[in-house]
């Protein structure tokens, strides 16, 4: 039996423009400001007269954990801990609020400039959009590392050993987490009000998988975002700029592939294999063992002695270069 309260009833394929507007981290993000979400991927109909709250608030904090408990586990263990990597990770916040607000404001202005009653057209402007807000993101990624680079300086010239606190590589890994977990929290923040309902994603024969696949994929944003960080800063202090260049063009092709949504096998899948390959870049970029090596006796040819299953890392100096084994 149908009530006669109308409510909102998620149909994630009614419109392609508004099912890659949820989707896309890189314009979505400002979607409160650039427009009404409801004008694209919303409608009026009615809904069940039962509704059991309970399956909105698990699928609510279902999604939040998925998306945000790795980066969460991050912040609390290797963030919090320390007031000088909160404040770099504020400061990369905002470098990235910046970036995406210059986006979506010349997405803003070509869909003004635009026929409205052309789809075709709305969806190149919103991959245009999409393209936009990726460049922004990265060109305030290197105004983040020149900034970083002479807080770094002058941290060091004030210290008593003329070394700074912290090293490079640490900047650039708070940096890069910074960057990923403002833009999970604002691709995400529409999606989980949604999930609380009421309404049913699916009724009409459209995959019910929505919510978790854009839990998923926030939380592979959020950590590519922090790999990205560590190999494009790596990238700038080394000049290496095909590996910059390598970190753009990886970006841009992230962005493309939630366009693929619906099908959520053929965008999921590359893009989680893209966050594997990214992270052993990140990895060995940072000073990881890029050679085979076995993890349970801790042996590489960069540690000049051979210490066994003792938690051997490698420790990197206020310039960049690495420094003997830590215990």
């Not at 990369?92 to 010349?106: E, H, I, N, P």
């Not at 300086?153 to 050993?161: T, V």
Request: aromatic letters at 10%; a neutral charge; proline letters at 6%.
């Amino acid at each position: 039996m149908l009530s006669g309260r109308t409510t909102r009833l998620l149909r994630p394929t009614l419109s392609p423009i508004g099912l890659r507007q949820r989707q896309n981290n890189d314009v979505l993000a400002l979607t409160p400001l650039i427009g009404q979400e409801g004008r694209f991927c919303s409608t009026l109909s009615p809904a069940p007269a039962a509704s059991d709250p309970g399956n909105g608030a698990g699928c609510v904090f279902g999604c939040a954990f998925i998306a945000f408990g790795p980066a969460f586990a991050l912040f609390i263990l290797t963030v919090a801990v320390d007031p000088l990597r909160i404040i770099i990770l504020v400061a990369g916040s905002f470098f990235w609020l910046v970036s995406v607000l210059l986006g979506s404001l010349v997405w803003f202005v070509g869909v003004q400039l635009s026929d409205r009653g052309n789809p075709s057209l709305q969806s190149g402007l919103l991959v245009f959009g999409a393209a936009v807000s990726v460049l922004l993101q990265e060109a305030f990624r290197f105004a983040n590392y020149k900034l970083l680079k002479k807080a770094d300086q002058g941290l060091a010239s004030i210290s008593e050993d003329g070394r700074s606190p912290i090293s490079l590589q640490q900047m650039a890994y708070v940096s890069g987490l910074a960057f990923g977990l403002i833009s999970g929290a604002f691709s995400g923040v529409n999606i989980l009000t949604d999930s609380l309902g009421p309404g049913i994603v699916g009724i009409h024969g459209d995959s019910p998988h929505f919510f978790i696949t854009s839990a998923f994929l926030t939380m592979a944003l959020v950590l590519l975002h922090t790999f990205w960080g560590v190999i494009f800063f790596d990238a700038c202090e080394r000049g290496k700029w095909l590996a910059g260049m390598g970190v753009v063009v990886s970006h841009l092709v992230t962005s493309a592939l939630t366009f693929l949504s619906p099908w959520y096998e053929t965008s999921l899948i590359p893009i989680y294999l893209l966050t594997t390959c990214t992270a052993a870049w990140a990895f060995s970029t940072a000073g990881g063992p890029s050679a085979p090596c076995s993890c349970f006796t801790c042996e590489h040819p960069a540690l000049d002695r051979g210490y066994r299953g003792r938690g051997v890392g490698l420790r990197f100096q206020a310039d960049g270069s690495r420094g003997p084994p830590t215990l």
